[in-house]
């Protein structure tokens, strides 16, 4: 399966309209985008208080300045990387259920969120109304945090929890191939 797969940061933009619709679709598109935000409802939940609603409402606000920048053109070197590691290190979080400060797990997620926004700025369609293809990409990221807080959930009964860190483990292999997806090799 992740032989076949396309690079990580594939996301389709030919064919897509420019409004909430298009923006809302656009983070589906990539499974580097779906695992990571579902990631970071899971090991916000994992956290718990205010974990579990800091690091979701944080991460799509700062990914909208990203994708500001995105769509200016201001240049972000090592965009791709930066969301290829945002899987590994988002599932390793998961599987080794790491404990951080609040500040310092809002630090880690806002940096991936600038790299996510960014992405999604620039890929943007050339038709696209940048407020509205936006919009509706911050609203598929918050549903995309929601389900991972869902799920997340699970880590309160010791099955549950011990799935929950299975789960990260392969999110963070897959992080490991979109890494090496992304330098080229």
Sequence with gaps: MLGAAPPAFAHITSDMGGGVAAGFLHPLTGFDHLLAMVSVGIWGAQLGLPSIWL??????????IGAVFGVIGVPLPGTEI???LSVLTLGAMVA?????????????VGIFAVAHGHAH???MPNAADALSFTVGF???TGLLHATGIVIGLLDRSPGGAVALRACGLFVGLVGCYFVYESVGA
Aim: glycine share 4%.
């Design 55 to 64: 690091l979701p409402i944080a991460f799509p606000l700062i990914m909208a």
């Design 82 to 84: 930066l969301i290829a």
């Design 96 to 108: 080794l259920k790491q404990r951080l400060p609040v500040a310092a797990a809002l630090l880690v």
């Design 121 to 123: 700025g620039a890929e």
């Design 138 to 140: 911050v609203v598929a």
